[in-house]
């Protein structure tokens, strides 16, 4: 059974920082480019940022800068360090696991920037 479990979710001030771990069970970790969402209240779900297989990176550009995206194949883990949170950032966070055909969901994670 595919499980991809998201924590580290929570309030945050604004200019703030979270960092977000997704922990893979039931697939060959290493397979897999490993990607963060997101859905804000009213929003459509939209790419914040992606790792390949080999540890290429790419980002939203609204992230850029602030945002880092890592992985750890031996852990079966990806993280996405959040820096300088802006209130618009509120949202689910859901990791994303891409292999070809085959995909996989976390349950999300919410995210709430505030003051």
């Known amino acids: 059974q595919v499980q991809l479990v998201e924590s580290g979710g929570g309030l945050v001030q604004p200019g703030g920082s979270l960092r977000l771990s997704c922990a893979a069970s039931g697939i060959i970790f290493s397979d897999y480019a490993m990607s963060w969402y997101r859905q804000g209240p009213g929003k459509q779900r939209e790419l914040v940022a992606t790792i390949t297989r080999g540890g290429r990176t790419n980002y939203a550009d609204s992230v850029k800068g602030r945002f880092t995206i890592s992985r750890d194949d031996a852990k079966k883990t990806v993280s996405l360090q959040m820096n300088n949170l802006k209130p618009e950032e509120t949202a689910v966070y859901y990791c994303?696991?891409?292999?070809?055909?085959?995909?996989?969901w976390g349950q999300g994670t919410q995210v709430t920037v505030s003051s």
């Open positions: 994303y696991a891409g292999g070809g055909v085959r995909y996989y």
